[in-house]
C-alpha cells in the first residue's frame, strides 16, 4: 500500500516521532536507574533521577501530543483540500448525479479519513518505535535485542500466511454488511411503496432474514480474524516469555546481568511486540478506508467542464462559424453557421429532442461544443430556463440578487403584474421561500422566474419557453412587457406556441443538425 | 438495557471474559516486575520458572479470553442492530415521516453507527475498566493503605470525573458537527441544483467559495476534537506519571521490593483505562439517541373506504404556515376515471396524496421506489405478491423492458432510468392487482408510443385517478378536475367542461397548440 504524503512530510513525522521516542526510551533508563537503587540499594541521586524521569516523561508527553496534533492537522487539511476538489468539480452536469457527489463528499470522505488521520501516522510512528527499540536493546542487553530481532518477522510472516486471507474475506464481508445496511436503507426510503402494497409483514420478515444470515456469515469471518489476533498475541506473549526467562536465566544462573538491564528490557519488550500487532490491524483498517477513496476520486479526476470556450463578437448578438453541437454523441448541430441580431427576437422551434435547450446551454457557456467557433456579445446573459428551483431565500433576495433596492424589485413586479398578488402575502416581498415552498402559482412562478433576469437589463436575454404556465390574459401581458423589452436587447427564446411568434424578429427551426429559417418571421 | 433483551447470556459472559482478560493482563506485567526483584535475591530456581510458566499461562489465557469476549459481544452487538433495523423499519411504515432525502439516510445510517459503537466501544469497555479498577483497588489493601488511596484517587479522576467534566464538550462538539454537516448538506443541494442560474449570474464561484468555508467548519471540528484527545492524553499521563512518582516517593524504603511490580502494573492498568475515557463521556448522548430508535409506536391502522371523496379538505404540511390545498371537494365513484390537471405546483400531489391515505388502490406516487434487489424481488415486493418468473418476462417484454430478466440485481436506484422506473413500477401494480389506480405522472420522461401504450393499459382499470401533464388522452377520461394555487377552480365532466372554455379548456388547446 502506497502512503499517499509526501517524503518531505514523512521525514518530518518521523523526526518527531524520533524525538519523542527517544525521551520514552530515557525515561525509561531513568526509571530503571532509580529502581535499581532502590531494590538493589545502589548510590543514586534520587531526587534528581525522579527529576530527569519527570523532565524526560513530560518530554515525551509534549512530543508526541505535538505529533498527534500536527499529523492530524496536516491530515485534516488534505481532507480539505480534497473536498475542496470534489466542490470545484461541480458542474451543470453534477445535478444528473447529486446523490454521488452529496455521498461523496458526506460519507466517502469521511469514511476515507481515517486513512489519512490515523492510519498514516500510526505506520510511520510504529515503524520509527519498532527501529528505535530494537536499536536501544542491541546497546542494553544484546541477547534481548537478538530474540526480538529473531521473533519478530513471526508477526508480519504470520499475516502473509494466514492475516492477508482473511483480510481479504472480512473486505468481502464489510462491503457486504454495506449492501444490508444498504437494504434497510433503502427499504426505510422507499417505505411508502411498502405501506401502498401493504407488504410490511414480508418486507420485514424478509430484513429479519437477511441480518441472520448475515450475522452468521460474519461471525464466521469475525472468527478467523479474532483467531489471527490472538495467534498473534500468542506469539507476543511467546517472545516476551523467552526475553522474560533470558534474563531470569541470567540474573540467576550467569550473574552476569544488572537489575536496570533487567527492568529496562522487561519495559521495552512489550512496547516493541504491541507496536508490531498495532501495524498488523492498522494495515486492515487502512486498506477499508482507501476502498472508500475509490469512490471520491472517481469523481475529481471527472474532466471539469469547459465554460471558458466563447469568444467576443461586437457585430451581433451571437455568431456561430462551422458549430457542432453533440449530446451523449449525438450531433445535433452539424458545421452550421448563424447569426442572432443584437435587437430584437429570435425565435428557436424543433421537433422535441432535437437539440434546441443544449443550443441556449452552448450560448450561455454551460455546454461545450464539439468544434468550430461560438462567439457572443457579452458573457452577462440573462437566463429564464425551464426549470423551477429556488433555494432558500425571500423574494425580495430571489430577485434582486442583493444588487437592487427594494423599489426596484417592486418597480419589475409592477411590469410583469405581479405586484399584487406578492402584496397580498403577509410579507410581501419578504416573503420566505423554504423548501421549494412558493405560496404562488405556476405562472406567477414564471413570471417571477422572469423577473429575476429582467431586473439586470441584460443585453441578452435568453429563454426556454417562457410562456409555457401562463393563462391567455398574462401570456398578452408577458408578450407586451417582450416586445417593448426587445426595442433595446436580443431576446432568443425556445417557443413551443405559436402566439409567441407573432412578435418574432427571426425564426429558426433547428432539425436535422442544421439550423434553417422558418416562417413567418 | 432493555434494548439488549436477547443478548443478555452473551452480554454477561463477555464481561465476565473482558475482565478476566484484563486482570490477567495487568497481572503478567506485576508478575514480571516481582520476578526481576525477587530473581536478584537468590530465590529457588523452580520459583522463577515457576512465575515464568504462571506468565505463560496467563498470557495465553488472556488471549483466549479476548477472543471469546470479541466473538460474543460482536454477535450480540450485530443481533442488537439488526433488532433495532426491524423495529425501526416498522416504525418508520406507520409514520409519515418524509425519508428520501439524502441527509435523512445519511442520519440514519451515523446513528446506527452509533448504535454499533454504543455497545463494543462505550458500554462494555467502560464496565471492564471499572471492574478491573475496584479488583486492583481491593488488592492494593494487601499491601498499604496509601496505595489503595493513589489507586482510588487515580481511578475516581480517570473514570468519573474526566468523562464528567468531557461529557458536556462531547456533546459541544458533536452539535456543533451535526449542524456543520446539516449547512453543509443544505447548501451542496442548492448548489448543485440551482448551478444553472448561479452560473449564468456569475454567482456560482461565490457560493462555491461559501460551500468551501462551511467545510472548513467541519475541519475544524475534527481540529477541536484531535485537541480534546491530546488534552485528555497528556491529563492521564500527568496522573501516570504522578503515581509512578507518589510510588517511588512513598514506599521507597518500605517495600523496595514490590516497588517494580507495582509500577509496570499501574502502567498496563494506564493503557487500559485511558481509551475508555472519551467513549464514556459519550456515553449520555448516544444512549439517548438509541432510545429514540427502541421505542414502539403503536401501529395506526389504515382506514379503508369504499369511495374516495374529499369535502371541504384543507391541507398543509407541519413545517408551512400556508394551505397546501383550500376547500377541496372530490368525489371519486367506483368506475369512474378522473384526471387531476394544472401547473407545476398547483398541489396536485399533495391532493394524491390525501386520497391515498384513504384508500387500498394501487398507487404510482411521484417518487418511485426501488431497493437493492433482484428484478423480481422487487416487482413482487420480496415476494409479498405471487408471480411466476414467466409472467414476469411477459410483463417486462410487454414494457420494452426485455433488457432485464427476473433475476437481474437492482445495484442502485441509478440503475434504472425514470423511464424505465416509471415501467417497471407498473409492473408492480400489476402483479399487485388491484381494481383502482391512483397515478402520479404514469407518463412523464417516456417516448410518445410508449406513452400511448401505457395510456391504454390505465384505462383498462375499473377506477383511475391520474394526475397528469399530458393531456393527450384528456377526452378518454370521465371527469377532469383543474388545480390553481391549492384550490380546485374548475372541476367536472370531460366533454362538459371542455365546452365551457375555463381553464380545462385553456389548458387542452394550448396543450394541443403546441409546435
Do not use: C
Given at each position: 500500500m502506497k502512503l499517499s504524503i509526501s517524503k518531505k512530510h514523512i521525514m518530518l513525522y518521523s523526526l518527531i516521532v524520533a524525538a519523542s521516542i527517544i525521551c520514552y526510551i530515557a525515561f525509561g533508563h531513568h526509571l530503571s536507574l532509580i529502581l535499581e537503587s532502590i531494590v538493589m540499594d545502589t548510590d543514586l541521586n534520587m531526587s534528581q533521577s525522579l527529576l530527569y524521569m519527570s523532565a524526560f516523561f513530560l518530554s515525551f508527553i509534549v512530543t508526541d501530543k505535538l505529533y498527534d496534533l500536527y499529523t492530524k492537522r496536516q491530515a485534516n487539511q488534505s481532507i480539505e483540500q480534497k473536498a475542496e476538489w470534489l466542490i470545484e468539480g461541480i458542474d451543470v452536469k453534477t445535478r444528473r448525479e447529486s446523490e454521488r457527489m452529496m455521498n461523496a463528499l458526506l460519507v466517502h470522505l469521511e469514511d476515507y479519513r481515517p486513512y489519512e488521520t490515523t492510519f498514516i501516522p500510526t505506520i510511520i510512528?510504529?515503524?520509527?518505535?519498532?527501529?528505535?527499540?530494537?536499536?536501544?536493546?542491541?546497546?542494553?542487553?544484546?541477547?534481548?535485542?537478538?530474540?526480538?530481532?529473531?521473533?519478530?518477522?513471526?508477526?508480519?510472516?504470520?499475516?502473509?500466511?494466514?492475516?492477508?486471507?482473511?483480510?481479504?474475506?472480512?473486505?468481502?464481508?464489510?462491503?457486504?454488511?454495506?449492501?444490508?445496511?444498504?437494504?434497510?436503507?433503502?427499504?426505510?426510503?422507499?417505505?411508502?411503496?411498502?405501506?401502498?402494497?401493504?407488504?410490511?409483514?414480508?418486507?420485514?420478515?424478509?430484513?429479519?432474514?437477511?441480518?441472520?444470515?448475515?450475522?452468521?456469515?460474519?461471525?464466521?469471518?469475525?472468527?478467523?480474524?479474532?483467531q489471527s489476533t490472538m495467534m498473534l498475541e500468542f506469539i507476543t506473549i511467546l517472545g516476551i516469555g523467552l526475553v522474560a526467562l533470558e534474563i531470569a536465566l541470567r540474573i540467576i544462573i550467569f550473574e552476569n546481568i544488572s537489575f536496570y538491564t533487567a527492568f529496562f528490557v522487561l519495559l521495552l519488550a512489550p512496547e516493541f511486540y504491541n507496536a508490531l500487532k498495532v501495524l498488523g490491524t492498522e494495515f486492515h483498517?487502512?486498506?477499508?478506508?482507501?476502498?472508500?477513496?475509490?469512490?471520491?476520486?472517481?469523481?475529481?479526476?471527472?474532466?471539469?467542464?469547459?465554460?471558458?470556450?466563447?469568444?467576443?463578437?461586437?457585430?451581433?448578438?451571437?455568431?456561430?462559424?462551422?458549430?457542432?453541437?453533440?449530446?451523449?454523441?449525438?450531433?445535433?448541430?452539424?458545421?452550421?453557421?448563424?447569426?442572432?441580431?443584437?435587437?430584437?427576437?429570435?425565435?428557436?422551434?424543433?421537433?422535441?429532442?432535437?437539440?434546441?435547450?443544449?443550443?441556449?446551454?452552448?450560448?450561455?457557456?454551460?455546454?461545450?461544443?464539439?468544434?468550430?467557433?461560438?462567439?457572443?456579445?457579452?458573457?452577462?446573459?440573462?437566463?429564464?430556463?425551464?426549470?423551477?428551483?429556488?433555494?432558500?431565500?425571500?423574494?425580495?433576495?430571489?430577485?434582486?440578487?442583493?444588487?437592487?433596492?427594494?423599489?426596484?424589485?417592486?418597480?419589475?413586479?409592477?411590469?410583469?403584474?405581479?405586484?399584487?398578488s406578492i402584496d397580498n402575502l403577509e410579507k410581501g416581498i419578504h416573503t420566505p421561500i423554504v423548501n421549494h415552498d412558493i405560496p404562488l402559482s405556476g405562472?406567477?412562478?414564471?413570471?417571477?422566474?422572469?423577473?429575476?433576469?429582467?431586473?439586470?437589463?441584460?443585453?441578452?436575454?435568453?429563454?426556454?419557453?417562457?410562456?409555457?404556465?401562463?393563462?391567455?390574459?398574462?401570456?398578452?401581458?408577458?408578450?407586451?412587457?417582450?416586445?417593448?423589452?426587445?426595442?433595446?436587447?436580443?431576446i432568443i427564446a425556445v417557443i413551443h406556441r405559436r402566439q409567441l411568434l407573432s412578435i418574432a424578429d427571426d425564426h429558426y427551426v433547428l432539425s436535422d443538425g442544421g439550423l434553417k429559417r422558418g416562417e413567418p418571421a | 438495557m432493555s434494548y439488549l433483551k436477547g443478548e443478555k447470556m452473551h452480554i454477561f459472559y463477555s464481561i465476565l471474559l473482558g475482565i478476566a482478560g484484563g486482570l490477567v493482563g495487568v497481572s503478567i506485567f506485576g508478575l514480571s516486575g516481582y520476578m526481576i526483584s525477587l530473581s536478584f535475591f537468590e530465590p529457588p530456581f523452580f520459583l522463577i520458572i515457576l512465575i515464568i510458566a504462571v506468565i505463560k499461562m496467563f498470557g495465553l489465557t488472556k488471549g483466549t479470553a479476548k477472543y471469546l469476549e470479541r466473538l460474543l459481544s460482536h454477535d450480540a452487538t450485530f443481533k442488537m442492530i439488526g433488532r433495532l433495523r426491524a423495529s425501526y423499519f416498522k416504525q418508520s411504515v406507520n409514520n409519515d415521516e418524509e425519508t428520501h432525502s439524502v441527509r435523512y439516510i445519511q442520519k440514519l445510517t451515523s446513528y446506527f453507527d452509533d448504535i454499533e459503537d454504543y455497545y463494543i466501544r462505550i458500554v462494555y469497555p467502560y464496565i471492564v475498566a471499572v471492574f478491573?479498577?475496584?479488583?486492583?483497588?481491593?488488592?492494593?489493601?494487601?499491601?498499604?493503605?496509601?496505595?489503595?488511596?493513589?489507586?482510588?484517587?487515580?481511578?475516581?479522576?480517570?473514570?468519573?470525573?474526566?468523562?464528567?467534566?468531557?461529557?458536556?464538550?462531547?456533546?459541544t462538539l458533536y452539535d456543533e458537527r451535526t449542524e456543520a454537516e446539516d449547512q453543509l448538506f443544505t447548501g451542496l443541494y442548492h448548489y448543485i441544483q440551482d448551478f444553472t442560474n448561479l452560473f449564468t449570474v456569475k454567482k456560482d464561484s461565490e457560493i462555491s467559495a461559501n460551500i468551501k468555508d462551511t467545510y472548513k467548519k467541519v475541519t475544524g471540528n475534527e481540529q477541536k476534537e484531535a485537541l480534546l484527545d491530546a488534552i485528555i492524553d497528556t491529563v492521564s499521563l500527568l496522573i501516570q506519571l504522578g503515581v509512578i512518582v507518589l510510588v517511588i516517593v512513598l514506599f521507597e524504603n518500605d517495600y523496595p521490593l514490590l516497588i517494580p511490580m507495582i509500577i509496570l502494573l499501574m502502567m498496563s492498568f494506564f493503557e487500559l483505562a485511558v481509551p475508555v475515557i472519551k467513549p464514556a463521556s459519550q456515553y449520555k448522548a448516544v444512549k439517548?439517541?438509541?432510545?429514540?430508535?427502541?421505542?414502539?409506536?403503536?401501529?395506526?391502522?389504515?382506514?379503508?373506504?369504499?369511495?374516495?371523496?374529499?369535502?371541504?379538505?384543507?391541507?398543509?404540511?407541519?413545517?408551512?404556515?400556508?394551505?397546501?390545498?383550500?376547500?377541496?371537494?372530490?368525489?371519486?365513484?367506483?368506475?369512474?376515471?378522473?384526471?387531476?390537471?394544472g401547473s407545476s405546483g398547483s398541489g396536485k400531489t399533495t391532493l394524491l396524496n390525501q386520497l391515498i391515505k384513504q384508500s387500498d388502490a394501487g398507487i404510482m406516487p411521484q417518487h418511485l421506489d426501488f431497493y437493492n434487489a433482484t428484478v423480481k424481488e422487487n416487482v413482487t415486493m420480496f415476494n409479498h405478491f405471487k408471480a411466476e418468473d414467466s409472467r414476469i418476462k411477459t410483463l417486462l417484454e410487454q414494457f420494452e423492458l426485455e433488457h432485464f430478466s427476473p433475476d437481474d440485481y437492482i445495484t442502485s436506484s441509478e440503475y434504472l432510468s425514470l423511464g424505465e422506473k416509471k415501467r417497471m413500477h407498473l409492473i408492480r401494480m400489476y402483479i399487485e392487482d388491484k381494481n383502482t389506480w391512483i397515478l402520479d405522472e404514469p407518463t412523464a420522461s417516456l417516448n410518445v408510443r410508449l406513452r400511448d401504450k401505457i395510456w391504454a393499459e390505465i384505462f383498462k382499470k375499473e377506477t383511475v385517478i391520474t394526475a397528469t401533464h399530458d393531456l393527450s388522452h384528456l377526452e378518454s377520461f370521465d371527469y377532469v378536475h383543474y388545480l390553481e394555487g391549492g384550490t380546485i377552480t374548475e372541476s367536472g365532466p370531460v366533454d362538459q367542461v371542455l365546452k365551457n372554455k375555463g381553464p380545462v379548456h385553456e389548458a387542452y388547446q394550448r396543450y394541443n397548440d403546441a409546435l
Open positions: 510512528k510504529t515503524s520509527v518505535k519498532v527501529v528505535l527499540i530494537i536499536a536501544a536493546l542491541f546497546f542494553i542487553d544484546i541477547y534481548a535485542g537478538a530474540i526480538l530481532l529473531f521473533t519478530a518477522p513471526f508477526i508480519p510472516l504470520y499475516y502473509v500466511l494466514v492475516g492477508l486471507q482473511t483480510q481479504e474475506e472480512s473486505v468481502k464481508q464489510a462491503t457486504r454488511f454495506d449492501n444490508i445496511g444498504t437494504l434497510f436503507l433503502n427499504l426505510i426510503r422507499g417505505k411508502d411503496t411498502v405501506k401502498n402494497t401493504d407488504s410490511k409483514q414480508t418486507v420485514t420478515k424478509r430484513l429479519e432474514e437477511d441480518n441472520e444470515g448475515f450475522v452468521k456469515e460474519t461471525m464466521h469471518i469475525l472468527k478467523y480474524a479474532f483498517n487502512g486498506k477499508l478506508a482507501l476502498g472508500s477513496y475509490d469512490r471520491v476520486q472517481a469523481l475529481i479526476q471527472q474532466p471539469k467542464m469547459n465554460t471558458a470556450y466563447r469568444g467576443q463578437t461586437t457585430e451581433e448578438a451571437v455568431r456561430g462559424h462551422n458549430l457542432t453541437i453533440s449530446h451523449d454523441d449525438k450531433i445535433l448541430l452539424n458545421e452550421a453557421d448563424f447569426s442572432f441580431k443584437k435587437i430584437g427576437l429570435t425565435a428557436i422551434t424543433g421537433e422535441s429532442g432535437a437539440g434546441k435547450t443544449t443550443l441556449l446551454r452552448s450560448i450561455l457557456g454551460l455546454h461545450e461544443p464539439k468544434s468550430g467557433q461560438l462567439e457572443v456579445l457579452t458573457t452577462d446573459i440573462g437566463y429564464v430556463s425551464d426549470q423551477v428551483y429556488f433555494s432558500d431565500t425571500t423574494i425580495y433576495e430571489y430577485v434582486s440578487a442583493g444588487s437592487h433596492d427594494a423599489s426596484k424589485v417592486k418597480q419589475i413586479l409592477e411590469d410583469l403584474n405581479l405586484a399584487d405562472g406567477e412562478i414564471v413570471r417571477l422566474k422572469m423577473a429575476r433576469v429582467l431586473i439586470e437589463r441584460p443585453a441578452i436575454i435568453i429563454m426556454d419557453e417562457p410562456t409555457e404556465f401562463l393563462d391567455a390574459k398574462t401570456e398578452q401581458l408577458v408578450m407586451k412587457y417582450l416586445s417593448e423589452l426587445k426595442q433595446d436587447a436580443a | 478491573i479498577s475496584l479488583i486492583l483497588t481491593i488488592l492494593s489493601l494487601l499491601i498499604d493503605p496509601k496505595l489503595l488511596l493513589i489507586i482510588l484517587t487515580a481511578v475516581f479522576i480517570l473514570l468519573v470525573v474526566m468523562p464528567l467534566i468531557i461529557s458536556s464538550r462531547s456533546k439517548a439517541r438509541i432510545e429514540a430508535v427502541s421505542e414502539d409506536s403503536s401501529e395506526a391502522p389504515k382506514k379503508v373506504q369504499d369511495k374516495l371523496s374529499l369535502s371541504g379538505m384543507n391541507f398543509r404540511y407541519p413545517s408551512t404556515k400556508r394551505d397546501v390545498l383550500t376547500n377541496v371537494n372530490i368525489d371519486i365513484k367506483t368506475g369512474e376515471k378522473h384526471a387531476v390537471i
